[in-house]
C-alpha cells in the first residue's frame, strides 16, 4: 500500500501567494496485489486470494506490460497486452460470477416473512442475474444498466467488474517522451480500451523506480534529459486519469497557517464539500465564502479577494467548481 501525494502547480503559487506555514498536498492510496494470470480463479500462480484487498478500492489500474526485452521472461511468452486484458478481465469477471452466486444463494436461503425484506431480496435477486448473465459472456458489471434501488442493493458486494478501469501501459524509457506514440503494443492496448470507454495512460516502471531514488533537482534533470514533461507520463497521468475516471475534483483552503488541497466528488454542495474537512463543518455551516484560483492569485489573499470584489459568499445550494479557494462559516 503507498499513499503518494496528488501534483498540483497551483498549491505551491496559493501557498506563496499567503505565505503559508504550511503546504499539504491531496493524496490518492494504492493498493498493489500480485499479478493475475490465467487460471488464477481455479489457484494457478498466487490464485486470486488477493483480490479481496481490492474490493474496497475505488477504481482499478491494470498495469499491462508494452515493452520488449528479452531479458526480462513474460509469463505467457510473448508480449501480448490485449491477450494480458482479456486474462486479467476474464479473471475479474469469474471472481465476480462466485461472489454472485454465494450471495444469490444466500438470498433464496434467508427468505423473509417481512413484505418489504422480500420485495428488496427479489429486486436484488434480479439484478444479480442480470449482472451474471452479462460476466457469462465476458462483459463487465459496470456495463449493467441499474436503477437507483438496484444500485444501493448491489452495491455492498464490491463487485470488481463494476469499478472503473484504467490501463497504465508499462513502456521502456524512451517510449515515454512521446506518450507510446511508435509502440504497437500500446496502440493495440489504445484500441481494445476504448471498445470499452477505458482510459489508457502511458507509465514506465522502470524511469519511476529511478527517479524515488533522485532528489527533485535530479529528478527533474532526468526527465529532461528524456524529454518528458513533469506533468505527463508517469504517476502524474496515473493520478489524472484516475480523478477522471471517478469524478473527482479538487478544492482549496489558504491562509497564514496552511495552504491544502481536498479531493471531492464533482456535484458536491458547499457544506458537502466542507464535511470533507471535517463533519460539524457540514453540520454546522453557515456560508462559504468563495473565489476562483485565478482570482486569487491575481488577489494574493483572501483579504485582497475581498477588497477586489471577487470573493463571493455562497450558500448551502453552490455547487463547488474545480479550483475554488474556501473559507467555510459555521456554528459549532
Known amino acids: 500500500m503507498g499513499i503518494v501525494p496528488v501534483p498540483d502547480a497551483r498549491l505551491a503559487v496559493l501557498s506563496e501567494a499567503c505565505s503559508s506555514l504550511k503546504t499539504v498536498p491531496a493524496s490518492v492510496e494504492f493498493v498493489d496485489i500480485a499479478g493475475l494470470v490465467k487460471g488464477a480463479s481455479s489457484g494457478e500462480g498466487l490464485g486470486n486470494k488477493f483480490l479481496t484487498h481490492i474490493r474496497e478500492c475505488d477504481a482499478l489500474v491494470q498495469v499491462i506490460r508494452c515493452f520488449e526485452d528479452e531479458d526480462v521472461v513474460h509469463v505467457s511468452g510473448a508480449v501480448n497486452p490485449v491477450s494480458d486484458m482479456s486474462t486479467i478481465n476474464l479473471e ?20 423473509s416473512k417481512s413484505k418489504e425484506e422480500t420485495a428488496a431480496a427479489d429486486l436484488e435477486m434480479a439484478a444479480l442475474k442480470r449482472i451474471a448473465a452479462v460476466l457469462d459472456t465476458g462483459g463487465a458489471a459496470r456495463t ?17 467488474t463494476a469499478k472503473p478501469i484504467i490501463y497504465a501501459a508499462n513502456v521502456a524509457e524512451g517510449d515515454l517522451a512521446d506518450e507510446g506514440a511508435q509502440n504497437v503494443h500500446v496502440a493495440a ?25 533522485l532528489d527533485p533537482v535530479e529528478r ?13 507520463g508517469g504517476l502524474a497521468s496515473l493520478i489524472r486519469a484516475a480523478y477522471g475516471q471517478l469524478g473527482l475534483r479538487t478544492y482549496f483552503t489558504s491562509g497564514v497557517q496552511e495552504t491544502r488541497a481536498w479531493t471531492i466528488k ?65 456554528n459549532v
Open 220 to 232: 527533474q534533470e532526468y526527465l529532461d534529459e528524456l524529454g518528458v514533461a513533469p506533468e505527463a
Open 189 to 213: 492496448l489504445r484500441s481494445a480500451a476504448a471498445a470499452e470507454k477505458a482510459a489508457v495512460v502511458v507509465v514506465s516502471a522502470q524511469v519511476e523506480a529511478e527517479l524515488n531514488e
Open 266 to 330: 464533482a456535484g458536491m454542495t458547499a457544506p458537502q464539500a466542507a464535511g470533507v474537512i471535517h463533519s460539524d463543518f457540514e453540520k454546522g455551516f453557515i456560508r462559504a465564502e468563495t473565489v476562483s484560483y485565478a482570482d486569487m492569485v491575481k488577489a494574493g489573499t483572501l483579504a485582497g479577494a475581498r477588497d477586489a470584489g471577487v470573493l463571493r459568499s455562497e450558500g448551502k445550494e453552490y455547487i463547488v467548481a474545480e479550483g475554488d479557494v474556501m473559507l467555510f462559516r459555521f
Open 144 to 160: 449493467v444498466a441499474l436503477n437507483a434501488d438496484e444500485q444501493l442493493l448491489v452495491t455492498p458486494l464490491c463487485l470488481l
Open 92 to 111: 475479474l469477471a469469474l471472481a465476480d460470477l462466485s461472489q454472485i452466486e454465494k450471495r444469490i444463494e444466500r438470498l433464496a436461503k434467508g427468505r
